[in-house]
């Protein structure tokens, strides 16, 4: 995987020099584990300042020499060069320091996507009288279920290949789920079963919920949609327009400096700012979107 050999990479080039300062990604933890990365954040953090430092050592030299060449002014170039560093390397730790939570979010999406359908499926194997391992096993081999038939093997693993009993195993899965709502139903279904209550019933009332709550989520999210594409296209849209026939304006009555450095606004505005800013946008949109993909 690329993971390993980044991480191998990182490892070999810092050594332990990096260890006193992984106290301070702490918040990263949790989200590790909810993301299913199969990284410990020691490792994490490694990749990730590995990975800033090659950014930097491949993308700095390039901008200077491309900067130098457009503006042929050594000191404008390096400001230039400097302040697209900084607005990179910016980019790529919000990456890496967003991505577990984006994973976990959408590792979240996909599983509440599918849970009604699931419990539906739950419900009409728990009333057939199957055990609930059994119920797990069966789950873990429809891949259709995506994230939910993940979980799922987890639990059959645990019981079959570590010895576990369900319950255990049900609650070992429950912590660490991004899913609220699966975390619920697993901690439900662990009071009814340890209670000897009826988990067909329970099942059959938890998926008629999640489907009420899965129509609710969606048509507020359609009206949250609405409302979004409306500021993006009245103030990112139309206001960059603005904003380059305005300084074109003032670049016609400036002198050449002047010139320059409005030029230098608008680079950095049409390549730099609505770029991130539209990319920004994508990313709000796929995580405050109920639909998984």
Known sequence: MVWDKIKNMSFKFFGRTLEPYVKYFEGLKPDLQKANLSLSLTEYVYIMIFTLLLVFVAEFPLIV???SLIFGIAPLAFVFSTTITIFIMLGVFFIFYTYPSYTSNSRRKKIDSALPFVATYMSTVASSGAPPQTMFKVLARFKEYGEISREAEKINRD???FGMDIVSAMRKTASRTPSP??????????????????????LHEKSRL???????KLEQFSQTLSMLIEIY?????VGSIFFIIMTA???MFGGGESSLFISFLQFLVIFIIMPFVSVGFIFMLKSISPISG
């Open 159 to 161: 019981v079959e290949a």
């Open 210 to 216: 999640f489907m009420q709550e899965n129509r609710r």
């Open 65 to 67: 020499v491309i900067t």
């Open 249 to 251: 304006l003032m670049s």
């Open 181 to 202: 709502d699966f975390k619920e139903l697993l901690w439900g279904m662990d009071t009814v079963i340890s209670s000897g209550g009826n988990l067909g019933d329970y």
């Open 233 to 237: 296209l009245t103030i990112i849209l």
